[in-house]
């Protein structure tokens, strides 16, 4: 019942920025980490960065850090990617997940559609 949105991909050039929007429905968005994946054609889906649910922890992958910036609004339900100095290599469909621990240790995960992000040189 949980759902997740993507949302603001599109064509961009390099060196240029987008932001990436996840809204999330049906649960309690608090309760989750939120993470950021992407998956380019005819490769491996690769985690992008990560932000618990309290907003003080953040992690990046080696290939987007200081360009790539996570933040999620409990308010609106909903997380971000900010990216800049976009390059031809982060082409790719990026996916939004949510993950959740319960009081009885049970793990659940959750992944949007995607969106595609294009950069052009």
């Known amino acids: 019942q949980v759902q997740l949105v993507e949302s603001g991909g599109g064509l961009v050039q390099a060196g240029g920025s987008l932001r990436l929007s996840c809204a999330v429905s049906g649960g309690t968005f608090s309760r989750y980490d939120m993470s950021w994946f992407r998956q380019a054609p005819g490769k491996e889906r690769e985690f992008v960065a990560v932000?618990?649910?309290?907003?003080?922890?953040?992690r990046y992958a080696d290939s987007v850090k200081g360009r790539f910036t996570i933040s999620k609004d409990n308010a609106k339900n909903t997380m971000y990617l900010q990216m800049n100095s976009l390059k031809s290599e982060d082409t790719a469909v990026y996916y939004c997940?949510?993950?959740?621990?319960?009081?009885?240790?049970?793990?659940?995960?959750?992944w949007g559609q995607g969106t595609q992000v294009t950069v052009s040189s």
């Open positions: 997940a949510a993950d959740w621990v319960g009081g009885s240790g049970r793990k659940y995960h959750y």
């Open positions: 932000i618990n649910k309290s907003s003080y922890s953040t």
